[in-house]
């Protein structure tokens, strides 16, 4: 019943900034753990870092750890993905996830634990 949407992918050159957000919309947002995926041609769909519901405990992957951070607004519906120093290597299309429970921290951004996925936001990092 949740529905999620991204936006704010785009083409930055590397070193650049950049922030996705996503909206949810038909459910309470506030029992929803989230994370951002991301899938780059080629490549499996990994995990770039997650939030979880209540406490707002996270966890991200040790290739974006110190340059993204993730967060939400429970006031708005809405999770961020805020992306700095961006590399050639992000370059993907990037999903939000939800999922309604609560993940130990370890297992947070266990890509089977989501089951409601928006339709993605193409972000590419070139000169």
């Known amino acids: 019943q949740l529905q999620l949407v991204e936006s704010g992918g785009e083409l930055v050159q590397p070193g650049g900034s950049l922030r996705l957000s996503c909206v949810a919309s038909?459910?309470?947002?506030?029992?929803?753990?989230f994370g951002w995926f991301r899938q780059a041609p080629g490549k499996e769909r990994e995990a770039v870092s997650c939030?979880?519901?209540?406490?707002?405990?996270?966890n991200s992957a040790d290739s974006v750890r110190g340059r993204f951070t993730i967060s939400r607004d429970n006031t708005k519906n809405a999770v961020y993905l805020q992306m700095n120093r961006l590399k050639p290597e992000d370059t993907a299309v990037y999903y939000c996830?939800?999922?309604?429970?609560?993940?130990?921290?370890?297992?947070?951004?266990?890509?089977?634990?989501?089951?409601?996925w928006g339709q993605g936001t193409q972000v590419t990092v070139s000169s």
């Open positions: 939030i979880r519901r209540r406490d707002g405990a996270t």
């Open positions: 038909g459910s309470a947002f506030a029992d929803y753990t």
């Open positions: 996830a939800a999922v309604q429970k609560r993940p130990i921290l370890s297992d947070l951004c266990t890509i089977t634990h989501y089951d409601t």
